[in-house]
């Protein structure tokens, strides 16, 4: 039982990228962008990063760790504000030499997703698969930025699946 929210979810994306359930349908299978961010276990998570709890979503401090940005991030991503989420978890990336911590901010990608920032999505979901390759459920996060990008690159007409024109029941 523990699994079966993360099996919904992968279905629902699967059957939203495949073009089978209007967009209507998803919103309502999929988990919003507060029970996603907050309940999420990450096995493979940058080692300075290991315990991340909620702090209050002050303004950006310039001597706020990685840590407190994110978690700066995260609930403000919790309280419904995205965009603050995206700036506090650029905040906490540009804190990291090296682009050190950018393959670990699957965070950020979730961020890009519900601001349609597709791309920026792929981008970052792309990097946290190549350090956890195992971890499906950034590959499907990738999978759906994919699909609403558009691009028939990724998904082409020939390949993509759909019930026939007309048709309201099986």
């Known amino acids: 039982m523990k ?7 992968v ?4 059957l939203l990228c495949c073009s ?3 967009s209507s349908t998803t919103a309502l299978l999929l988990p919003s962008p507060t029970q996603h961010i907050v309940s999420r276990p990450h096995h493979n998570r940058h080692p300075t990063l ?7 979503s002050s303004s950006i401090n310039e001597d706020d760790s990685p ?4 978690s700066k991030g995260m609930n403000s991503f919790r309280n419904g504000d995205v965009s603050t989420s995206l700036q506090y978890f650029d905040k906490a990336n540009d804190s990291v030499p090296d682009n050190k ?3 670990y901010l699957w965070q950020r990608g ?16 792309s990097l946290d698969v190549r350090v956890n390759p195992l971890d499906v459920e950034e590959i499907v996060w990738d999978i759906a930025c994919l699909a609403r990008m558009n691009d028939s690159r990724f998904f ?3 390949n993509q699946m759909s019930l026939p024109k007309g048709k309201k029941d099986r």
């Open 50 to 56: 290991t315990s991340l709890h909620a702090t209050s």
């Open 3 to 9: 699994n079966h929210h993360h099996i919904i979810t």
């Open 156 to 158: 082409p007409v020939e």
């Open 11 to 14: 279905v629902a994306y699967l």
């Open 67 to 70: 840590r407190t940005l994110i």
């Open 20 to 22: 089978l359930l209007p």
């Open 110 to 125: 979730i961020s890009y997703y519900y601001l349609d920032k597709f791309q920026e999505g792929h981008e970052q979901f």
């Open 101 to 103: 911590l950018t393959p």
